[in-house]
Structures are given as C-alpha cells and as structure tokens.
C-alpha cells in the first residue's frame, strides 16, 4: 500500500463525522517529485529538485459543491482542510449539474501505469550525476556549438478515495530532455521522453540538434502558399496538442464546439489517433474513474471524444477517466494521445533530419521539411484553424531532395482539414513520445507527409 492511500482514506473517514452521513466527497492524495537539471551557454547553471504531497478534497453538501486543498498532511491539517471544505460548501450556490461519485471499479491498468513493464524504479532515483551525465554527453556531440536546454525526471505516487467506496492507487515516472543547438543564429532541436531515464542518449540527441543548427544556416525566403509539408515529430506533436485541447475535449463536443463528429470519417483513413496512459499516466483519473486505451479516431473514422463524468452526463454517455483539477472548467482533455505509426522503411538521408521522415522527404516533388512549431493559437475553435509560425529548421524538398534551408514561416491551417481523407500522403515509421511544456501531457508523435499546408507570410508577417 501506498503512503498517500492512508491518507486518503482518513480524510473520508472525516467527511462523514463533520459533515454527515449524506455528504458526498472525494479525494485525491498525490506525492510528486520533479527534479531538473538545465543548461545554457553549454554550461549546466541550474540543478533543482521538489517533492511535495498535496491533498484536494472535492465535497457535494446539501446540492452544493465546492474544493479544496492543502499540503499539510498532519491529522490537523486534514481536520482544518475539512472544516473549511464544508464552510465554502453551505455558502456556495447549487450545484444541478452534480454527476454523482464513482461507484468501485477495478483498475485496468498495472499500478505502474506502465502495463507489464511496471514503474522503473531507477528513473524515479535518478540522480543530479546522472541527468549531468546526459547533457555532458549533449554539449560533445553538438561539437562546439552553443547549446541550451534540460533534462526532468518526474515520478508521481498518487491515492483515490471517494464515500461511494471506491479506492484505487497507482504511480508512475518518466525522464525527458529537451535540448537545442545554435550557431550563427540557426537553431537545430532534439527532443524526447521516456518511462526510463537510461532510453534517453544525450549524444544521439546533441548529434541531431547540431547537424540541425549547420543545415539551417542562410535560410532562403519563399513566397506565401499552398505547399506539401514533411512534418518531423516535433511538428505533428503540436497538432495532436490543440486536438486534444480543442478537438477531442469533452466540454467542447458537449457545447458544439469541437469539430469532432463521431462515425464520421473526418481524417485520412491512415490515421488512427489513441489515448494511451500506459507508459506515463496513473491507471485512474481525478474523480476515481479507472483508465484505459480510448481510441478516437480508428482509420479516419472518429469514434469518442473524452469525458469526465460531469461532461458525460451532459452528452448522455459515461466517463472514459479524463476528469483532472481543470475538466469542470477548461473540460477534459486526452493527456497521452499517440498518432500510430506507418509501415517502417529505411531509407538514406541527411543524418539532420529525423530517421523516419527520410522516406516521406524522398516522394515530395516540391514542398517543405518542418522540424517544429511554436506560438501556435486558434483562430477558429470549431474548425480548429491555428496560426503559428515555424521554428528550429525548415528545408525546401525539390525531387526528393533537400535543397536549401529556408526563413521561418507563419502559417494558418485547419489541423482537421490537413489530416482529412486523401490529404495524408505518408505516415513514418515511429511514434516519438516527445516532453510537453505543461502539466503531464504526453504525445507520441510520427512524422507525417500532408498534400498542402497554408503558408500565409514569413515570421514577421
């Protein structure tokens, strides 16, 4: 048993003899612990590391709800958490829409989070000495170019426990390293995560990041237009990121505000889009609900969005484990979407581009190599049009070949539209499971070959 479920479990035990027997509550214990290793100028300048044990009491009294939360776990801080719990609860205003608790259910993932491979206790340990080791070996191989960047390793053991009786616990752990090389203004990335800190390979990594920053020097200016793309995993990452917030959101669909029309075969029939936590994710979510692989789109056919139970409710289906602190208000969103991969070809190429993209380089008459996006924001939310700009590379593609670097673009496309029946040309070989910025979401990425991509001006415009 975990040291979090204890806790859980007590904090039940005072719902029911403050607040009384009618009262519905649950809670969610989490201890987690993050420590980063950063450098700049190829130096390491920052090395820090936090544990902390939060607990977040979500309480339903009388028809009102309300939370809170606290990271004082002493028997009088759970008492005064639950005092002032039910306090905010008498003076909130009803709550109709309330969904009830999550009855007992068995988990469907290991307590790893990790399926048969179970959590890697290694990484969970990692040392300050160990991550160094990595950006050491990051900083040779880029060979006298400047670098910057980090390596994380994260590990979470969490507890569940609600008065309808349900109680589950689980942990999980994952490293990343997000690292780039710069010479003469021309940035080249390399990015990846992983459940082991000992999959990550500082050099593979600082080796691709700096042939990136020598590929991209003296970019050429291309006018606006409608041009075939290669996108490298970072690229597709961010597709499947503003999916997930804006497309696969339960809230949205609910509010008619997501593209997302299951049955309908909305994406190329190549494409098949999963939620998966095994790897990186606890086997269940905020409000107790057990988590499992949610496909949402099966060869271009859509087929769910994510709920929690609140959103569920609203569109007369069930949770499929996506309630997290934010899904009331910002809805629940996939936290671990992997686009599958195409069949695996090897093919020769510039050792600056991704592995797997190399194939879908050599079948493009005249288009553009992306590494990566960034500043991405939507336009439209309903069909999904994003504006964003390039960054970290862009190469010209004529007849197979990669002729010339080319400046930072600006772009405005519909994600759905691109990935639409008959625009996905080629899907590469590997899913890249690649670090996000916020919270604990995670996408395996491939590369991805798409018939037209709407440049609109260059980074300035």
């Not at 994710?281 to 609900?289: A, H, K, R, S, V």
């Not at 049009?385 to 593609?397: E, F, K, M, S, Y």
């Amino acid at each position: 048993m975990s040291a979090e479920l204890p806790i859980a479990a007590r904090m039940v035990e005072l719902v029911r003899a403050l607040a009384g027997p009618d009262a519905e509550a649950e809670v969610v214990v989490r201890h987690d612990t993050e420590a980063l290793t950063r450098f700049a100028t190829s130096m390491i300048h920052q090395n820090v590391a936090e544990a902390t044990t939060g607990v977040r009491l979500r309480l339903h009294l009388d028809g009102r709800t309300t939370g809170a939360s606290s990271t004082v776990t002493g028997p009088d801080g759970l008492r005064a958490l639950v005092e002032r719990t039910i306090a905010a609860a008498r003076v909130s205003p009803p709550d109709a829409a309330w969904p009830g608790l999550t009855p007992p259910a068995a988990l469907h993932l290991s307590s790893g989070g990790l399926g048969a491979d179970g959590f890697d206790e290694a990484t969970a340990r990692a040392t300050p000495e160990q991550r160094a080791a990595l950006v050491r070996d990051f900083v040779r191989a880029a060979d006298g170019l400047e670098t910057a960047g980090y390596c994380r390793t994260v590990a979470v053991s969490a507890a569940f426990a609600n008065t309808a009786g349900q109680a589950v616990e689980g942990r999980a752990v994952e490293a990343a390293f997000d690292g780039i090389a710069r010479l003469d203004g021309a940035d080249g990335v390399a990015r990846l995560a992983s459940p082991r800190l000992a999959d990550l390979d500082g050099a593979a990594l600082g080796a691709r990041a700096a042939a990136k920053a020598r590929a991209a020097r003296q970019p050429v200016e291309l006018p606006p237009g409608h041009y075939e793309v290669v996108l490298e995993p970072d690229a597709v990452s961010d597709l499947l990121d503003n999916l997930a917030m804006f497309g696969f959101n339960g809230r949205a669909f609910a509010q008619r505000q997501s593209f997302a029309e299951p049955g309908v075969p909305q994406f190329d029939p190549s494409v098949t889009i999963v939620d998966d936590p095994r790897g990186s994710g606890l086997p269940f979510d905020d409000e107790g609900t057990p988590r499992q692989q949610l496909v949402l789109v099966r060869e271009g056919v859509t087929t769910a969005v994510t709920h929690d139970r609140l959103s569920a409710a609203q569109a007369g289906g069930v949770s499929t484990g996506h309630a997290s602190p934010s899904s009331r208000s910002w809805g629940p969103m996939p936290a671990h979407l992997r686009m599958e991969p195409g069949p695996a070809v090897v093919t020769d190429g510039p050792d600056f581009v991704v592995a797997s993209a190399r194939p879908l380089v050599a079948g493009v008459r005249r288009g553009l190599l992306v590494s990566d996006f960034w500043y991405t924001r939507v336009l439209d939310q309903k069909s999904l049009v994003v504006t964003g700009l390039t960054r970290n590379g862009v190469w010209l593609i004529e007849d197979g070949e990669i002729t010339a670097p080319v400046g930072n673009v600006r772009f405005t496309q519909s994600y759905p539209q691109a990935l639409g029946p008959g625009r996905v040309l080629g899907i590469g070989g590997e899913s890249v499971l690649l670090p996000q910025a916020w919270g604990r979401a995670r996408w395996a990425a491939p590369a991805l070959r798409l018939s037209e991509w709407n440049i609109t001006g260059n980074a300035s415009g």
